[in-house]
């Protein structure tokens, strides 16, 4: 999958060139006041009790749990899932990296690369590397304790779906999530791309370029400039250093 993450021209991005590392955050630090907030469901069954729990109960023992803890409706009192609660907080601490499949968005380049003065970097990731897609609705849904138990967590990454007002729907938004957040990883595939906004500054091109000849396969990376077409759209141009 080919994915672009927006950076502004300062440590951290300059790092993924330098040092090939990226940055995954917290959700808390967003702009979203709502990022990476979870609703969990008040109607958990025995069944999920026992996803989360790893108990193995006999047919007596059920029947004697749900006399004791459920509901008419099968439904478990909410005291009993209380101290299994925490790993809610977990996921409020992850870390994520932030990237959409698309290079041209203006409001993208705007509100992510300092305003079209900064760059973006296409990745190029395997399909080893789960990344998942925002979900963009009006509420936040309602899943069980037991869904958050049985996320896929392999190889340090977690595969986790957020959602978003869909006011943010023009960020066509896909992440990749790691265990522990604001810390520095190492990138999530291949660099294949670099793009300069059609307002960042000649010798900060130069400097980007520069460090992508440090790459282990920079001469494979391309270079473009963003250039301002009169559709009020954005084109791509290779990029060529100034004489």
């Not at 330098?18 to 969990?40: C, L, M, R, T, Y």
């Not at 009993?80 to 959409?100: A, E, P, Q, R, W």
Request: negative net charge.
């Amino acid at each position: 999958m080919e994915l672009y993450k927006f950076c502004t021209f300062e440590a951290n991005s300059l790092s993924i060139l330098i040092n090939q590392e990226v940055w995954f955050s917290k959700p808390a630090d967003f702009n979203d006041p709502f990022d990476g907030d979870f609703n969990v469901s008040d109607k958990s069954t025995l069944d999920d009790f026992i996803s989360i729990s790893k108990k193995t109960l006999s047919l007596d023992e059920c029947e004697q749990f749900k006399k004791e803890h459920c509901d008419s409706d099968g439904i478990i009192q909410s005291d009993v899932l209380s101290k299994y609660k925490d790993i809610v907080g977990v996921f409020k601490n992850i870390g994520v990296l932030c990237l959409t499949p698309r290079r041209d968005s203006v409001l993208m380049w705007s509100h992510y690369a300092d305003e079209h003065k900064g760059f973006s970097i296409k990745f190029d990731i395997p399909d080893s590397v789960p990344c998942t897609d925002i979900n963009y609705a009006i509420e936040l849904p309602q899943h069980p304790l037991s869904f958050y138990y049985n996320i896929c967590n392999a190889n340090g990454f977690i595969k986790i779906q957020f959602t978003k007002h869909i006011d943010w729907q023009y960020e066509n938004e896909t992440r990749i999530s790691v265990n522990g957040g604001n810390r520095l990883c190492s990138l999530p595939g291949k660099i294949t791309e670099i793009n300069f906004g059609c307002k960042m500054p000649e010798n900060q091109k130069i400097t980007i370029s520069n460090l992508v000849k440090g790459l282990p396969y920079g001469d494979e990376v391309k270079l473009y400039n963003a250039v301002k077409n009169c559709n009020l759209a954005l084109d791509f141009d290779l990029y060529k250093k100034k004489a």
